[in-house]
């Protein structure tokens, strides 16, 4: 395997006339699955990614002894990795270590009440009967409802391509009988009475970049996805899962190149031909596959070819999902204190619907927030100095295509003593006097870092106008030869959702001509 800083002259040496070259742009989780994918169907696979390290959004930062995930902390369908290392005729539990977590979360809420949930069926319904014993009922209803919207729109929509109008119209009697119509909320909310079950109900989709009044009630299946596979930790964080990726790409003879930014994609007789990238060297490739983010993709990396569909314009009136502020943050001798806080917490705001209106609707930066607290270092110590903690805390907060944009120049200081506030009243007493390291990242962080559009946090939002078809779809509308992957094409973001847009990518990629591939990989790959 070659993992350099730079492009090799070798690499800007290859055959333009070589069918079984093949290169992905940018080195994400979807960008890797798919560089796998594609080494398993025989194809010689070159992966380009800006960064210094493989990972994408999943990547992470070293600071005092502190390892930080920078992204997605958990895995929900360890099945879904699975499968993939089994399409490249490899055993993913020998590569990654997955740890169970129980409980998967607490929640706290703002009038002092909690809910722990749990795998346990017996725990959780007496957890329900402790906070409102009414909605008992109502809360396995909406199980029920769950898992019939995970075999529906996860294990079957979601595993297949979608970018056929037709494979859209032939599914909508069955949008319509499960109410895809209402809302993640507004389904919680017929189900269960109690406001604290209806946000721990429908918070999910906050988690893949949607406003939980306005996006599809298909995603309520999320709560099944909890329910049925469980809620993991990958030991050495999600890093560890993107170096064991970069591992296979390499025995499957791959290549990553770290530090090599891709300025435009090719064009020639009519099809995607290669990358040239901002150092000016062009490499050629019969597949190009897209792990920028789709808007990134089409107004940026295919700016000079004509579009019929994500134009300039259309990429401007989509709904993109809301942005993030994340504090990364070490405390020194901390690893006996809060014994009460977990792996993962969330601390809800006094505010639900109105607050979700300030990020999404009203674009307003607000004075309250809800957290997502992450605290690797009680599963893992690896992440941080003997005695210590590592933290990770994320606030969701408004994109910047806002018409009242936030300055984060001259929020980011004040928001994070917010933040700091919040955490000290709620969560974490005592924590100013034991912060060691401090990062933050902002929006414009997603911007910069990521080339995320509007600095949003999980690319275009999930509603219902802007999923399946009407997401950019895995083959490309715009240019033969060109796929994308990643959280802005189909099925969407989310770690099983990036895993899964390389799976789809499988079905849609044929066979590298010359590559030789066993017949059982093949079927595999696919």
Known sequence: MQNTSRPSASLAAS????????????????????????GAKGYRVTVLDRLDRAGGRGSSLSQGGHRFDLGP???????????????????????????????????????????TARQDDAAIKAEVAR????????????????????????????RKPMHKIWDTLKVIPKFAMLRADRSVYAHASARVKDEHLRFALSFHPLFIGGDPFNVTSMYILVSHLEKAFGVHYAMGGVQAIADAMVRVIGAQGGTVVQGAEVDEITIAAGRAS???????????????????????????????????????????????????????????????????????????????????????????????????????????????????DTFYVLSPVPHLGHD?????????????????????????????????????????????RYLSPYGAGFSIEPRILQSAWFRPHNISEELPGLYLAGAGTHPGAGLPGVIGTAEVLGRLVPDAPGGAVPAALRIAAE
């Open 15 to 38: 055959d333009p006339a070589d069918p079984d070259q093949a290169i992905v742009i940018g080195a994400g989780l979807g960008g890797l699955a798919s560089a796998m994918r594609l």
């Open 73 to 115: 902390t958990i895995v929900t369908v360890p099945q879904g990795l699975r499968d993939l290392w089994a399409a490249c005729g490899r055993d993913f539990d020998a590569d990654v270590t997955l740890k169970p977590l129980d409980p998967f979360y607490e929640i706290r809420f703002a009038d002092g009440e909690t809910f």
């Open 131 to 158: 906070i409102s014993p009414g909605d008992s009922k109502g809360y396995a209803q909406f199980l029920k409802d769950s898992e019939a919207r995970y075999w529906f729109g996860y294990e079957d929509l979601g």
């Open 274 to 388: 290669g990358v040239r990238l901002v150092s000016g060297e062009t490499l050629p490739a019969a597949v190009v596959v897209s792990n920028a983010d789709a808007g990134h993709t089409y107004d940026r990396l295919l700016r000079n070819a004509p579009k019929k569909r994500w134009t300039p314009a259309k990429l401007k009136r989509a709904r993109w999902s809301m942005g993030l502020y994340v504090w990364y943050f070490g405390t020194k001798g901390t690893a006996g204190m809060w014994r009460d806080v977990g792996h993962h917490s969330i601390v809800v705001g006094p505010r639900y619907r109105e607050h979700i209106k300030d990020i999404f609707i009203r674009g307003k930066l607000a004075g309250d927030m809800s957290l997502y607290v992450h605290r690797p270092s009680v599963t893992d110590p690896s992440c941080a100095p003997k005695g210590d």
């Open 404 to 448: 009242n944009g936030v300055d984060w120049a001259a929020e980011e200081e004040p928001y994070r003593a917010k933040m700091l506030k919040v955490l000290e009243e709620r969560l974490l007493p005592g924590l100013t006097g034991r912060v060691s390291e401090s990062l933050t990242f902002t929006p414009e962080t997603f911007r910069d």
